[in-house]
Nanobody
Framework: QVQLVESGGGLVQAGGSLRLSCAAP????????MGWFRQAPGKEREFVAA????????YYAESVEGRFTIYRDRPQNTFYLQMNSLKPEDTAVYYC???????????????????WGQGTQVTVSS
């Protein structure tokens, strides 16, 4: 199975923007949802955003609602996380992962997603 590869992270000042990419060339998705997660130093991995693979519906963590947008380029089989109005507390390693084959809408547990790639570091300076 082709692994997901995250990219696009970097160092940005507070208030700035970044766009993260999650590439999956040639991968056949068996799940109904794709998610972005993040893990800050000393903290557990947490849910950020997810998108349905059929209809494209999305949902977000409350902490990023209105600032982040998850979307998909279907021909390129790539998922994106557009992050605007970044805050220092957004600093983390960001991961994308595939959800389960079926389940309820709105899942956010890290245990329901995977496998996990290397992630991409996002650092927001104040």
């Amino acid at each position: 199975q082709v692994q997901l590869v995250e990219s696009g992270g970097g160092l940005v000042q507070a208030g700035g923007s970044l766009r993260l990419s999650c590439a999956a060339p040639g991968r056949t998705f068996r799940s109904y949802v794709m998610g972005w997660f993040r893990q800050a130093p000393g903290k557990e991995r947490e849910f950020v955003a997810a998108i349905g693979l059929s209809g494209g519906s999305t949902y977000y963590a409350e902490s990023v609602e209105g600032r982040f947008t998850i979307y998909r380029d279907r021909p390129q089989n790539t998922f994106y996380l557009q992050m605007n109005s970044l805050k220092p507390e957004d600093t983390a390693v960001y991961y994308c992962a595939e959800g389960p084959a079926k389940g309820p809408w709105g899942i956010t547990r890290t245990a329901d997603f995977g496998p996990w790639g290397q992630g991409t570091q996002v650092t927001v300076s104040s």
